[in-house]
């Protein structure tokens, strides 16, 4: 069935989106504001661009036009924010985030979690994610109504000691780190622990058809 985008509503354009597009990584955004007021919340329009120079990209929205979240305005105001992933066991504390609480409300401190001090950017990572990536903004695209795009260039990563096998070789044990992502619907979530291995075909090993 074809969807034409010109005929259908924004809301049903992001339903037809969030649903085909799974699962999507979780970015938990540590930012704060000019006076160090800390604000904490999940984006699953994330994803990782590039590795030289290392850039992600977070999609941000806002409560109406010109509004990027607190999120969006603390990066506008200080340049510098944590994308914290998201484990299993950390799915409930990052759903408590997600909450519209207003600016005043300290998103760590409502979900019980706990930072801890970050190495180049002012703010800290959350202490329970088992990575962190310390950003500074690289670049802002700002779209129609309330959306950006943040493009932030990663400056140090953070993961668990428990999760890194070999520290000189770079190699990190991704199935311990149990990570979720964003499914369809309201509130629908996977894990990465069902997986198959697909090694990538050489040229000299592949037979064209005729």
Not at 112 to 119: E, F, I, K, M, R
């Amino acid at each position: 069935m074809l969807f034409d985008l010109d005929k259908i509503s924004t809301q049903d354009r992001y339903k037809l989106m969030v649903s085909t597009v799974v699962p999507r990584p979780i970015a938990w955004v540590v930012s704060q504001d000019d006076k160090g007021v800390l604000n904490a919340a999940p984006f699953s329009f994330f994803n990782v661009f590039s590795h030289d120079p290392a850039v992600m990209v977070i999609g941000i929205g806002g409560r109406k036009p010109g509004d990027a979240k607190d999120t969006g305005a603390n990066i506008r105001v200080t340049g510098q924010f944590v994308v914290n992933l998201v484990s299993h066991a950390m799915a409930q504390a990052m759903n408590i985030t997600a909450i519209d609480f207003p600016p005043e409300v300290d998103e760590i401190k409502a979900a019980g979690l706990t930072v801890l001090p970050s190495t180049k950017v002012a703010p800290p990572r959350i202490a329970e994610s088992p990575v962190a990536f310390e950003c500074e903004r690289f670049q802002t695209i700002e779209l129609a109504n309330d959306r950006a795009l943040v493009m932030g260039k990663i400056l140090a990563i953070h993961v668990a000691d428990d999760c890194v096998m070999n520290p000189e070789r770079c190699y990190i044990d991704t199935p311990k780190l149990d990570l979720i992502g964003r499914m369809h619907g309201a509130g629908w979530y996977s894990t990465t622990r069902d997986r198959f291995e697909l090694p990538r075909i050489p040229l000299d090993q592949f037979t064209l058809p005729d």
